[in-house]
């Protein structure tokens, strides 16, 4: 059903001719008969009437308007681009660069707010500088050598550790002891916990060599622990924004898609969703959420994304697929649990 809507609606697929064109190249024609004319029609006419279906069936009452009188899929399609997707700003990989709320400002509705912070306890300060080398030197070597309760002592006691680099060729991207934690797959949730309650919100922010913030290596390693995320975007929400670039064209993805994206990250995906805002998202980045929940049958931000901007139906994911053909195609999002037949 994908296949065939997308040759209708993109013109690859078009309405034979009832008499073919004399051939510029010199060569004989085809001659063809009036039953394999007519088969020809009758196949294309099949397929519209398909794609046709399948396009009003996925419209709103407020989008199905446009195109009530349309008689061809590719009519309607093209219609739809032209009401929903004015003056589209794309990359030059062909992602939709619009943030979506701009883009479709219907039916949005909005995040309840985000509770004030409390204000953080300044650092302790105080000692001399050879007493502080001591200090962070013992707080090194406790992080690397497993000793956590050794180093949250430390860490209560002088905040300012929570910054502090930690170099070390079996973890990849060096970072805070925050890091070295979560790059350390045999730390204890425990040793987590007390690590975000422990560091400054400010430390929290900090990006490893790499260019990762914990909360994101946190959604890479422990996507079952939602409680820890929940608890680091209340101490600073600024951490649902710094991103990592991708290693292709310098382009982030939110940290709603990192987890969506992955096998276990149902639950983390669902509550970094209810925590984003979608003035943070762009357009590509909810058709790629679509996407994913379709593929991985995930129906919850699926249908809150749609219900909210209906126009996304008409938005090209990362892979600059159509989130309509993704949905027409997907035998799970219907009731009957089948594709669109006829």
């Known amino acids: 059903m994908a296949e065939d809507l997308r040759d209708i609606v993109e013109g690859t697929y078009k309405k034979p001719p009832l008499i073919d064109p004399f051939p ?21 006419k099949m397929k519209n009437v398909k794609s046709l279906y399948a396009i009003r069936n996925s419209c709103g009452d407020d989008t199905y308007q446009f195109i009530k009188s349309a008689t061809t899929a590719k009519e309607a399609w093209d219609t739809l ?10 990359s030059s990989d062909g992602r939709d660069e619009r943030i979506l709320v701009q883009a479709y400002p ?18 302790t300060g105080g000692h001399d500088e050879s007493s502080g080398n001591d200090i962070r030197e013992t707080f090194v070597k406790s992080v690397k050598s497993g000793d956590w309760d050794n180093a949250i ?32 797959f045999r730390s204890r949730v425990r040793i987590i916990k007390q690590l975000v309650e422990s560091m ?46 991708n290693t292709i064209g310098n382009r982030t ?23 984003t805002p979608h003035d943070t998202l762009h357009v590509s980045d909810a058709a790629q959420l679509i996407y994913l929940g379709l593929h991985l049958h995930r129906f919850d931000i699926v249908w809150d ?22 949905l027409v195609s997907n035998r799970s999002a219907f009731l009957s649990g089948c594709r669109l037949n006829f």
């Open 305 to 326: 994304l749609i219900q909210r901007y209906p126009q996304l139906g008409m938005a090209k994911d990362y892979n600059g697929d159509f989130s309509l053909i993704t």
């Open 153 to 184: 002592k430390l860490l209560r006691k002088h905040p300012e550790l929570g910054s502090a680099r930690i170099s070390d060729d079996k973890i990849q991207g060096g970072g805070t002891a925050f890091h070295y934690a979560l790059w350390n």
């Open 200 to 245: 400054t919100k400010e430390d929290l922010e900090i990006q490893d060599n790499l260019g990762l913030t914990a909360l994101f290596l946190l959604i890479t390693f422990c996507q079952d622990r939602v409680d820890v995320a929940k608890s680091m975007v209340e101490k600073n929400d600024k951490l649902l924004s710094i991103l990592p670039a």
């Open 106 to 123: 219907t039916r949005t509705i909005q995040h309840d707010a985000i509770p004030e912070l409390a204000k953080e306890e300044g650092r």
């Open 81 to 90: 681009l032209e009401k929903l997707n004015p003056g589209r700003n794309q």
């Open 253 to 275: 993805t939110p940290l709603v898609v990192e987890a969506q994206r992955l096998s276990n990250g149902e639950r983390m995906a669902r509550y970094l969703y209810s925590v």
């Open 24 to 44: 510029t190249d010199g060569s004989l024609p085809i001659i063809k008969t009036g039953e394999e004319k007519e088969a020809e029609i009758k196949a294309w």
